[in-house]
């Protein structure tokens, strides 16, 4: 194990979950970087054409694998970031046993690959290991408020589960790990229909439909534009910082807040109206990014109202909307 504060430099990631939303951003990020990479996905969720536009980089490699299966033995990287798991909540209700396997058995085999070949290992945790938290914000140090048996368990415990392996592996192992909890994140990229609430109320709005916002409406969510996320996620893996690090945009609003952003910035004639709140649906989300920006020096930069307009815009053009 190296000392949190060293700056580490990548020659060929692997990206578990590289097909998703959040991955095909930090693939092609990596890219930018001049860092060679390896997407791992076994499209449960995504398709490869989310990766179209990366194929043309001879320095980009694509894999459909199974993480609950041992990894590829030919797979070599010195950075491992592992994202591969159901993450809407409409596919982890679908999937809920899948979940708990890519949370699980997933997380060791990429660990298991990272510790192989000695590689750098970055774990997409999720705000969602503090359950409806009991503090606010949400500093590293809280604990955590979940249920163990509810609907969303399959998500939520898997990814505390995975937290603990990671953990397990770097006391057991001395791998080289971090963990990132990642607050909702959004932008270009995001199916319709997943279930989350920015593209689902961006698609309602650019259809003129009721903009359905879940109970009171009055429940917050800290919303953070992807770009930023994955610089986040690409800050952690080059500090030596084992996390785990909150990666998120502090910047609270509630729910019935972003549908009425998402109205204006669209200039739909949608009304906003109430359905049903959702079982176990956190009522207060916003992190505490004091530690992001002390060790990695990383910060989001892009503001809710842009992010949402650029993110409208990608949603008008996309073609399967
Ligand atoms: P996504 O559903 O768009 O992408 C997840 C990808 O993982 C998909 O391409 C899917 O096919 C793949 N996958 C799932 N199970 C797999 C398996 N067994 N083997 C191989 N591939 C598998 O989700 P996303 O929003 O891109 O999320 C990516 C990661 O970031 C997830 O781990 C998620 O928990 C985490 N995260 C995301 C957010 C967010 O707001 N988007 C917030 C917190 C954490």
């Known amino acids: 194990m190296t000392d949190p504060g060293v700056t580490r430099r990548f020659a060929r990631a692997v990206v578990t979950g590289g097909a998703g939303f959040v991955g095909a951003h930090l693939c092609e990020l990596l890219l930018e970087e001049d860092i060679e990479v390896i997407a791992v996905d076994n499209l449960v969720t995504s398709s490869a ?8 980089h001879e320095r980009f490699r694509f894999v459909r ?10 797979l070599a990287a010195d950075v491992v970031f592992h994202l591969a798991s159901a993450a809407s909540p409409r596919d982890y209700l679908a999937l809920p046993i899948e979940t708990l396997r890519a949370g699980s058995h997933g997380t060791e085999n990429a660990l298991e690959l990272a510790r192989r070949a000695r ?4 774990l997409a945790s999720t705000s969602e290991v503090y359950g409806d938290p009991l503090e606010h914000p949400q500093r590293e140090g809280y604990w955590g408020n979940v249920n163990p048996i509810g609907p969303r368990s399959v998500y939520d415990e898997a990814k505390r589960y995975g937290e603990a392996m990671t953990s397990a592996y ?16 959004y932008g270009p990229g995001m199916r319709a229909h997943d279930g989350r609430m920015i593209p689902a109320f961006l698609d309602q709005a650019l259809k003129n439909e009721p903009i359905t916002v879940t109970g009171t409406g009055e429940q917050t969510r800290s919303i953070c534009y992807v770009e930023d996320t994955v610089r986040g996620l690409l800050a952690l893996a080059r500090s030596g910082h084992p996390g785990p690090v909150n990666i998120g945009n502090p910047y609270e609003l509630t729910v019935r807040q972003v549908a009425e952003r998402i109205k204006d910035i669209t200039g739909s004639a949608s009304p906003i109206v109430s359905v049903d709140a959702v079982v176990d649906d956190p009522q207060r989300r916003c992190p505490d990014i004091t530690l992001a920006r002390d060790a990695l020096g990383w910060e989001p930069k ?4 842009d992010g949402l307009r650029r993110t409208a815009a990608w949603f008008r053009r996309a073609p399967s909307r």
């Open 49 to 56: 054409d989310t990766l179209d536009h990366l194929r043309r």
């Open 65 to 74: 694998h199974d993480v609950t299966q041992p990894m590829p033995p030919d």
């Open 170 to 185: 770097r006391r057991e192992h001395g791998t080289d790990t971090a963990i990132a909890r990642i607050f909702n994140t």
């Open 119 to 122: 590689a750098r290992f970055v």
């Open 302 to 305: 892009i503001d809710a109202d």
